[in-house]
Nanobody
Framework: QVQLVESGGGLVQAGDSLRLSCAAS????????MGWFRQAPGKEREFVAY????????TYADSVKGRFTTSRDNAKNKLFLQMNSLKPEDTAVYYC????????????????????WGRGTQVTVSS
């Protein structure tokens, strides 16, 4: 069983930066892939970013491309999401997720492709 714990959320102003972290409780194997999703009140869970543990290959949602960067520290079993130039519309609970296999490009935006989830961390961006 994999446990994921997010941290680093908070209240910031538009234009500020935040760095989210996700710690995995057990070693994740090279075949695994990780995702970041977010959910705003009254909205469905939305894909943000994806990264593979082995190569660090990434995919981003168009809404965050150029502003957000995801990375991983394999030795520490940690995942990161660097968020720059934050906007009020980035306000949401951000979730870390894990898949025990590579997720095809066409499926990466679907939460159902990821088996394990953290409890989320709140990010609030004021205007």
């Amino acid at each position: 069983q994999v446990q994921l714990v997010e941290s680093g959320g908070g209240l910031v102003q538009a234009g500020d930066s935040l760095r989210l972290s996700c710690a995995a409780s057990v070693r994740t194997y090279s075949a695994w892939a990780m995702g970041w999703f977010r959910q705003a009140p009254g909205k469905e869970r939305e894909f943000v970013a994806y990264i593979t543990w082995s190569r660090g290959s990434t995919t981003y949602a168009d809404s965050v491309k150029g502003r957000f960067t995801t990375s991983r520290d394999n030795a520490k079993n940690k995942l990161f999401l660097q968020m720059n130039s934050l906007k009020p519309e980035d306000t949401a609970v951000y979730y870390c997720s894990a898949s025990s296999d590579i997720v095809p490009y066409s499926s990466r935006s679907y939460p159902r492709e990821f088996e394990y989830w953290g409890r989320g961390t709140q990010v609030t961006v004021s205007s």
